[in-house]
Nanobody
Framework: QVQLVESGGGLVQAGGSLRLSCAGS????????MGWFRQAPGKEREFLAS????????YYADSVKGRFTISRDNAKNSVYLQMNTLKPEDTAVYYC??????????????????WGQGTQVTVSS
């Protein structure tokens, strides 16, 4: 079992930056692929980025490619999402997720086993 806690959300002006953090519990955290998703009101939860347990493989959604960067620090049981050039349409609740399968780096919700409670990001125009 892994527990995930996101932090770093908040209110930012368009064009600004935020860095989200996700802290995981458990000694097996470093063996899990990790992902970031978001959900805006009235919309489906959307894949943003994922990273392999080694950090060597990363995938991004087209909507955030070039603006968002996923990274991890296994020594700290943490994964991060650096978000730059934020837009009002980036406003959503952001979630991190963990996948127990060590041989894939998922890009869909169904591939993830554990989820955090989410952190709100609001981008004002």
């Amino acid at each position: 079992q892994v527990q995930l806690v996101e932090s770093g959300g908040g209110l930012v002006q368009a064009g600004g930056s935020l860095r989200l953090s996700c802290a995981g519990s458990g000694r097996t955290f470093s063996t899990y692929a990790m992902g970031w998703f978001r959900q805006a009101p009235g919309k489906e939860r959307e894949f943003l980025a994922s990273i392999s347990w080694t950090g060597s493989i990363k995938y991004y959604a087209d909507s955030v490619k070039g603006r968002f960067t996923i990274s991890r620090d296994n020594a700290k049981n943490s994964v991060y999402l650096q978000m730059n050039t934020l837009k009002p349409e980036d406003t959503a609740v952001y979630y991190c997720a963990a996948d127990r399968n060590p041989i894939r780096v998922g890009i869909t919700r169904r591939e993830y086993d554990y989820w955090g409670q989410g952190t709100q990001v609001t981008v004002s125009s």
